[in-house]
T-cell receptor, first 112, second 111 residues
């Protein structure tokens, strides 16, 4: 399968714990995006990498959130001190252009 | 603030009926994408429209970009249960190089 993959698919954690998600983009894609999506809403932009450089972060992104793409390939998204409001689907997408993005299956986070 | 408004938010119809979903904005986009998302999965890109007035067809789905590149529509002919899903539009704004997302239209096709 050469599509975007995300792990884990589901994560249940207790409030206050840290969680880390991984995204493996389509191999030749230089751009990688992270989004958050809640039920009944469209994806909300979190951050964007071009190769290993993090070029943009949403102003809505709390300092508890951090993302890396150390070698310009896979990326990780970490949430520290999780809160119940962090419960959502976290989506990763990759592409060559902003207007053509290919999404992974997402990681569903539930914070108890 | 750039917004993309989708309507209707929810649509439930019988198999075989036709339907149209709309995506509207006051902003001009250089391109607009339509995605379909199934529960528990990521959005899947259906089509990108670029030119004002452009019409693209994907089997029973017809996508149109408005002449002024501010709006788009998705028309489904003879809907089938397999068309059930969340349809999302996203517009690419050259002014700030961002992809602006609509909230989606949840479509249910009853057999």
């Amino acid at each position: 399968d050469t599509g975007v993959s995300q792990n884990p698919r589901h994560k249940i954690t207790k409030r206050g714990q840290n969680v880390t998600f991984r995204c493996d983009p389509i191999s030749e894609h230089n751009r990688l995006y992270w989004y958050r999506q809640t039920l009944g809403q469209g994806p909300e932009f979190l951050t964007y990498f071009q190769n290993e450089a993090q070029l943009e972060k949403s102003r809505l992104l709390s300092d508890r959130f951090s993302a890396e793409r150390p070698k310009g390939s896979f990326s990780t998204l970490e949430i520290q001190r999780t809160e119940q409001g962090d419960s959502a689907m976290y989506l990763c997408a990759s592409g060559f252009r902003t207007d053509t993005q290919y999404f992974g299956p997402g990681t569903r986070l539930t914070v108890l | 603030t750039q917004l993309l408004e989708q309507s209707p938010q929810f649509l439930s119809i019988q198999e075989g009926e036709n339907l149209t979903v709309y995506c509207n904005s006051s902003s001009v986009f250089s391109s607009l994408q339509w995605y379909r998302q199934e529960p528990g999965e990521g959005p899947v890109l259906l089509v990108t429209v670029v030119t004002g007035g452009e019409v693209k067809k994907l089997k029973r789905l017809t996508f149109q970009f408005g002449d002024a590149r501010k709006d788009s529509s998705l028309h489904i002919t003879a809907a089938q249960p397999g068309d059930t899903g969340l349809y999302l539009c996203a517009g690419y704004a050259v002014s700030n190089y961002q992809l602006i997302w609509g909230a989606g239209t949840k479509l249910i096709i009853k057999p």
